[in-house]
């Protein structure tokens, strides 16, 4: 039997490989940690090292990071599957089978900010489904505060503010 670290990479893998669009920190961190399979701080070393070896990559806004899995990552897996248990392969499709549209709602509906060059605050609110851009919206404010608010609500408003735009524009 393969050592646990080795496993929890191959588990993660495999878990980006299922899951078919990123998952988040919390996302992967929930599931060892509902299933008691390890801790919270060696989790996130195991996707530090996974991130370091490039076999899954990390794309983060201000608060939060989704992890991918690269072709490499993909190749690995293929290769070291066998060194996951039936039981855990299990375990993971238990997992997004009760999670899985939640998920994807979590993950469907992204807010960031950045800093422009005349010292105002841009804020990117996308939706997207299935990698396609549902909506992809850009605001400017002046205080970062304002940003973050916005970045805050775009979860729970989003399709309130879709709706009434379609109202609006197709009037």
């Known amino acids: 039997m393969a050592e646990p670290f080795t496993i929890y990479k191959m588990t993660i893998l495999y878990m980006l490989d299922k899951a078919g669009f990123p998952l988040s920190n919390t996302q992967i961190s929930n599931f060892f940690l509902e299933k008691e399979y390890t801790d919270y701080f ?31 990552g993909r190749e690995t897996l293929e290769f070291f599957r066998d060194k996951i248990s039936d039981g855990i392969l299990q375990d993971v499709r238990d997992f997004f089978e009760e999670n899985k549209l939640e998920f994807r709602q979590e993950n469907s509906a992204i807010a960031d900010y950045y800093k422009t060059t005349n010292q105002k605050y841009a804020v990117r609110c996308q939706v997207c489904s299935d990698n396609v851009t549902i909506i992809d919206l850009t ?31 197709l009037k």
């Open 42 to 72: 060696r989790i996130q070393e195991v996707i530090g090292t996974l991130v370091d070896s490039q076999l899954v990559s990390a794309k983060s806004t201000h608060s939060n990071t989704q992890y991918s899995l690269t072709s490499a």
């Open 139 to 169: 605001l400017t404010v002046n205080t970062r505060e304002q940003a973050e608010a916005i970045c805050a609500h775009w979860k729970n408003n989003n399709d309130d503010v879709y709706a009434y735009l379609m109202d609006i524009l």
